[in-house]
């Protein structure tokens, strides 16, 4: 056994390599990246390793992989769990050889996500064990023990993180990888079949395996019981609130961390909450904890004084619990508001920028990626966005609703290339089918990026380091039926391209396809590239009329009435100043 310090995800990643794991599939997400990235830097000549397209499409191999013997884990974020329920609650009832898990990052406080769902209630409702670890050593102890339960009750299991959990460190202890040996497979009559005449069968075996679940909760190790002498408080709590409870409380109240939180410990809570006056059910989001408390006949406190809504903290715990303030300090200036911004050389700014001078035009469903930025002043480059995929299919909605309305603008709907693949096919299947006017714009900037420079299909490389063929996305928009002279591919750094296939595309009756094309500044070689390339400002020249600030660059600044340059390391030459200045008082400096 050795020591070291790991984030969450990367305990994650250990725990799944100490199990004998040798199946590992996801889709990239904040705040559960990390969990592929370590597993392929890190165990790769050990664990099969691979971004799948969704994360429906993901737990699938995952579950393919468990039928065939492999103790298998698929990873995703809070909103992908949304994604692969449709697998999931069929899995439940067919059960595994090898076991399963899914791992899904839940965000409190929406860091990086749309909205705050608590995907506990998922376990519940698919009937399928649930893990909640709270530091990064119950990550890789939760993780490496979730396999084994998976397999002892014949259920995937869910081992559901947050993002603090995901991103803090501390310290974790390691041990050598298990020997699990993958089954041989063998044809099971009627357990992976969902046929009317076994899929009742199916579920009366897993109603009896949540029974024996049931029992095992109550006398978990993972559900632990903190006894403090003279304690006249209880606490009921899971994952990184149980740390927040036991800073605040201290050795002042007792404990009941929950571990395993499907199924919850009936007889345990029971038998904990007598011995108190007072019971806080301590927990993020949702009254998950709660309600399961209360339907046990237990007087407790929790949503009533604790905030549904974003992280909990030390200091929301204190003031709504005791009523005390937490000294803090407090600044004697307002700090300016500071948006997130697309970064220098971004070819998103370039599309958003053009399209932003054809508002008389078009509206403009956008969809999830870092284009999603695009949407605040000055560019103002987008109407709407909801869900990854959506921009297509609501988009065609959207076109049907405006015409109906005698509104002359088309819709346009602007989606990444990793999203197009994720969920934006089967939206661009139904504007051929509808013969929907959209124009469908796939910002490709070959990766995905918001979350890390991770591959997809249009890449010509895998995890493994293999060569594979990438998924050309103008075939396949012809294979969906898109007129091949209804479609361009641009560079959408060049504005006066830009201005004038929005032109093109807004004449045409009919689905057009525009693949702006051009690589994320950030991709390593593209920044090899662009090396001791920058632009520059002639003072002379310059009448500082701020055309150029309008690009909302982070490497031009605005000072004593002149556009300077003031980051000329991140500034990659893009030529987008260039072309804004009505004045050429900006050139490009390297080329």
Same mark, same amino acid.
């Given at each position: 056994?050795?020591?070291?310090?790991?984030?969450?995800?990367? +305990?994650?990643?250990? @725990?799944?390599?100490?199990?004998?794991?040798?199946?590992?599939?996801?889709?990239?997400?904040?705040?559960?990246?990390?969990?592929? $990235?370590?597993?392929?830097? %890190?165990?790769?000549?050990?664990?099969?390793?691979?971004?799948?397209?969704?994360?429906?499409?993901?737990?699938?191999?995952?579950?393919?992989?468990?039928?065939?013997?492999?103790?298998?884990?698929?990873?995703?974020?809070?909103?992908?769990?949304?994604?692969?329920?449709?697998?999931?609650?069929?899995?439940?009832?067919?059960?595994? !050889?090898?076991?399963?898990?899914?791992?899904?990052?839940?965000?409190?406080?929406?860091?990086?996500?749309?909205?705050?769902?608590?995907?506990?209630?998922?376990?519940?409702?698919?009937?399928?064990? =649930?893990?909640?670890?709270?530091?990064?050593?119950?990550?890789?102890?939760?993780?490496?023990?979730?396999?084994?339960?998976? $397999?002892?009750?014949? #259920?995937?299991?869910?081992?559901?993180?947050?993002?603090?959990?995901?991103?803090?460190?501390?310290?974790?202890? &390691?041990?050598?990888?298990?020997?699990? /040996?993958? *089954? /041989?497979?063998?044809?099971?009559?009627?357990?992976?079949?969902?046929?009317?005449?076994?899929?009742?069968?199916?579920?009366?075996? &897993?109603?009896?395996?949540?029974?024996?679940?049931?029992?095992?909760?109550?006398?978990?190790?993972?559900? #632990?019981? *903190?006894?403090?002498?003279?304690?006249?408080?209880?606490?009921?709590?899971? @994952?990184?609130?149980?740390?927040?409870?036991?800073?605040?409380?201290?050795? !002042?109240?007792?404990?009941?961390?929950?571990?395993?939180?499907?199924?919850?410990?009936?007889? &345990?809570?029971?038998?904990?909450?007598?011995?108190?006056?007072? #019971?806080?059910?301590?927990? %993020?989001?949702?009254?998950?904890?709660?309600?399961?408390?209360?339907?046990?006949?237990?007087?407790?406190? @929790?949503?009533?004084? #604790?905030?549904?809504?974003?992280?909990?903290?030390?200091?929301?715990?204190?003031?709504?619990?005791? @009523?005390? &303030?937490?000294?803090?300090?407090?600044?004697?200036?307002?700090?300016?508001?500071?948006?997130?911004?697309?970064?220098?050389?971004?070819?998103?700014?370039?599309?958003?920028?053009?399209?932003?001078?054809?508002?008389?035009?078009?509206?403009?469903?956008?969809?999830?990626?870092?284009?999603?930025?695009?949407?605040?002043?000055?560019?103002?480059?987008?109407?709407?966005?909801?869900? =990854?995929?959506?921009?297509?299919?609501?988009?065609?909605?959207?076109?049907?609703?405006?015409?109906?309305?005698?509104?002359?603008?088309?819709?346009?709907?602007?989606?990444?290339?990793?999203?197009?693949?994720?969920?934006?096919?089967?939206?661009?299947?139904?504007?051929?089918?509808?013969?929907?006017?959209?124009?469908?714009?796939?910002?490709?900037?070959? !990766?995905?990026?918001?979350?890390?420079?991770?591959?997809?299909?249009?890449?010509?490389?895998?995890?493994?380091?293999?060569?594979?063929?990438?998924?050309?996305?103008?075939?396949?928009?012809?294979?969906?039926?898109?007129?091949?002279?209804?479609?361009?591919?641009?560079?959408?750094?060049?504005? %006066?391209?830009?201005?004038?296939?929005?032109?093109?595309?807004? *004449?045409?009756?009919?689905?057009?396809?525009?693949?702006?094309?051009?690589?994320? +500044?950030?991709?390593?070689?593209?920044?090899?590239?662009?090396?001791?390339?920058?632009? %520059?400002?002639?003072?002379?020249?310059?009448?500082?009329?701020?055309?150029?600030? /309008?690009?909302?660059?982070?490497?031009?600044?605005?000072?004593?009435?002149?556009?300077?340059?003031?980051?000329?390391?991140?500034?990659?030459?893009?030529?987008?100043?260039?072309?804004?200045?009505?004045?050429?008082?900006?050139? /490009?400096?390297? *080329?």
């Amino acid at each position: 056994m050795k020591k070291t310090i790991l984030s969450g995800n990367e +305990a994650v990643a250990r @725990g799944a390599y100490e199990a004998g794991c040798t199946y590992a599939v996801g889709y990239p997400g904040t705040p559960s990246t990390e969990i592929i $990235e370590a597993i392929s830097t %890190e165990y790769l000549n050990d664990i099969y390793c691979h971004w799948a397209t969704n994360e429906k499409v993901a737990t699938e191999m995952a579950f393919g992989a468990s039928i065939g013997g492999a103790r298998a884990i698929t990873t995703m974020k809070a909103q992908g769990m949304n994604v692969a329920t449709d697998p999931i609650f069929v899995m439940a009832y067919q059960g595994v !050889t090898g076991g399963v898990v899914i791992l899904c990052a839940d965000d409190p406080g929406c860091h990086s996500s749309q909205n705050e769902q608590d995907d506990r209630y998922y376990a519940k409702h698919a009937k399928i064990l =649930m893990l909640e670890p709270s530091d990064s050593q119950e990550c890789k102890d939760f993780t490496k023990e979730a396999f084994e339960i998976s $397999e002892r009750f014949d #259920i995937p299991i869910l081992v559901r993180t947050t993002t603090r959990v995901s991103h803090s460190k501390s310290i974790v202890e &390691l041990y050598d990888r298990d020997s699990f /040996k993958l *089954e /041989k497979y063998e044809r099971i009559f009627g357990k992976f079949s969902n046929m009317p005449n076994h899929v009742n069968a199916n579920h009366r075996k &897993l109603e009896e395996n949540l029974s024996l679940a049931k029992k095992f909760s109550n006398n978990c190790k993972y559900n #632990i019981v *903190e006894n403090n002498a003279g304690s006249r408080i209880g606490i009921i709590a899971n @994952g990184i609130s149980y740390q927040y409870s036991r800073e605040v409380f201290g050795d !002042t109240a007792s404990y009941l961390k929950i571990g395993l939180s499907y199924p919850l410990p009936d007889k &345990l809570i029971v038998d904990f909450a007598k011995d108190y006056e007072t #019971i806080y059910v301590v927990e %993020e989001n949702d009254p998950y904890l709660e309600e399961y408390v209360k339907s046990l006949g237990v007087n407790c406190i @929790g949503k009533d004084r #604790i905030p549904t809504c974003g992280e909990l903290n030390p200091s929301i715990i204190r003031e709504a619990l005791t @009523g005390e &303030l937490h000294e803090s300090y407090t600044a004697s200036f307002d700090a300016p508001n500071r948006p997130p911004v697309f970064c220098a050389g971004c070819p998103h700014k370039g599309f958003y920028f053009a399209l932003g001078k054809h508002r008389d035009q078009y509206v403009c469903y956008a969809d999830v990626g870092c284009y999603a930025m695009g949407y605040n002043p000055p560019l103002n480059g987008y109407d709407a966005i909801s869900v =990854m995929g959506a921009s297509f299919s609501a988009g065609n909605g959207l076109s049907r609703a405006l015409q109906q309305q005698g509104d002359k603008r088309k819709v346009i709907a602007a989606i990444g290339d990793s999203t197009f693949f994720h969920s934006g096919i089967t939206g661009l299947v139904d504007i051929v089918k509808t013969n929907a006017n959209v124009v469908v714009a796939v910002l490709d900037n070959r !990766t995905t990026a918001m979350t890390g420079h991770q591959l997809h299909p249009g890449n010509d490389s895998n995890l493994m380091g293999d060569d594979i063929k990438a998924v050309d996305i103008v075939r396949v928009a012809i294979g969906v039926g898109i007129k091949e002279e209804n479609i361009r591919v641009i560079d959408p750094i060049n504005q %006066e391209d830009m201005h004038k296939t929005l032109d093109e595309a807004y *004449e045409v009756d009919d689905a057009f396809l525009i693949v702006a094309k051009h690589p994320c +500044a950030l991709i390593k070689s593209v920044v090899k590239e662009n090396a001791n390339k920058y632009c %520059e400002v002639d003072p002379d020249k310059c009448v500082g009329c701020k055309s150029c600030i /309008k690009l909302v660059c982070p490497s031009i600044s605005f000072i004593n009435n002149k556009a300077v340059i003031t980051d000329k390391n991140a500034c990659t030459a893009c030529g987008l100043c260039v072309q804004q200045c009505k004045f050429n008082a900006i050139s /490009k400096v390297g *080329e």
